[in-house]
């Protein structure tokens, strides 16, 4: 199993590791799983979510993009070794020092960046507790089963039970401002919570795109709006579910922010694909929804154009997958976390959107605070 890790030069200036968002010491990472000592593997990546990593990375635009050996078109296939040695041998948190002692920490929201910085300040000895109003890594449990299997998810979570705090409420404005004052730090990695609508004359008729990954859209025919990941997620959904699928993005399918190799295995499952088409109106017609959309002429990510020209579609269901952002209502508005000390923000909320993204960012927190008490 490991013999396809081998081709590793060992670089004495690893470009995968430059190109890997948490700089991962890969060549090192992949001695470790050569050896078949997948313990040490995990641990010199130092977090729990390299498989995770693993399987819903971009990995041709991060570490194996960076790969010297694609020049020969057979990259060390770094995500493989990622899940071998993440599944084989799972996390283990543990204790190891003290310098954080007697800190107490909040992180508001149990995602990929909150897990992190919980795991990081935990190991350094702070008592950390994490405020979650879902289950734990809910995001990555929309993930369908095909791109992510809940088992990677699963390890991740039993890594921190048992050592880090959770309580299941939600965090507020007024909540957080108990939290900033009963804690000594306070870490908001909530996430981006607040969906985009789809600002046209009948989106309450629409299903959010959670909504639809959880099962709970109607009929056969979907139309999903949005060119990302989670519009693809949906889109695979509900193929893989036996219902047909059409994706509507306003700009081309080279534009959509979504990894090219998720687009390209949407369109093998036999997604449809209307691009330059932008939502002007949804309304009920006869017991269907009949989503009108218009022409767009598009410029790259850069101008847009809505034309006149419209085209209407009848289907059973339209989600809408156009994105979403952090609600900065949690602290009065973004532009108020200045004068708040003890708190930090990171992960989605912060702007980060890849899982890899995430996992820099709550390391990168805690290394603050770790480095200010050396």
Known sequence: ??????????????????????????????????????????????????????????????????????KRGAPVLISEAEILA?????????????????????VVGGGVCGITFAVKMYEQGADVTVYEKDKLLSTLRLIPS??????????????????????????????MQKLRRNYDVVLVASGASLNYGLGVIGEELATDYKDCLLGKYSGNNVVIIGGGNSAMD??????????????????????????????????????KFCCNAAPVKLEKSNGKLLLTLAKTVSEGRG?????????????????????????????????NLAQYDNVYIGGDAAGGKLVAEA????????????????
């Open 146 to 175: 095909f791109r992510l299997p809940i088992k990677a998810v699963e390890r991740v979570e039993r890594a921190v039970n048992g050592k880090i705090n959770v309580v299941n409420k939600l965090v507020n404005a007024v909540t």
């Open 1 to 70: 199993m490991t013999e396809k890790f081998k081709s590793c030069l060992g670089c004495a200036k690893p470009s995968c590791a430059s190109a890997c968002p948490i700089n991962n010491d890969i060549p090192q990472f992949l001695q470790y799983v050569n050896g078949g000592d997948y313990a040490s593997a995990v641990q010199i990546l130092g977090h729990p979510f390299g498989e995770i990593c693993g399987y819903v990375c971009p990995h041709e635009r991060q570490c194996q993009g960076g790969c010297v050996l694609n």
């Open 234 to 271: 949906c889109a695979r959904y509900v193929v893989s579910r036996g219902g047909n699928a059409t994706v509507a993005y306003r700009r081309t399918v080279q534009d959509m922010p979504a990894f090219s190799k998720e687009i390209e295995q949407a369109q093998r499952e036999n997604v």
């Open 303 to 335: 101008k847009l154009v809505i034309t006149d020209e419209t085209t209407a579609i009848e289907c059973d269901c339209v989600v809408s997958a156009v994105g979403s952002k952090f609600n900065g209502e949690l602290l009065g508005g973004t532009d």
């Open 86 to 106: 993440f599944s084989v041998s799972p996390y283990k948190l543990e204790r190891f020092g003290n310098l954080l002692s007697g800190m107490s920490v909040a």
């Open 359 to 374: 996992v820099a960012d709550g390391i990168r927190l805690a290394q603050t605070i770790i480095g200010g008490k050396r």
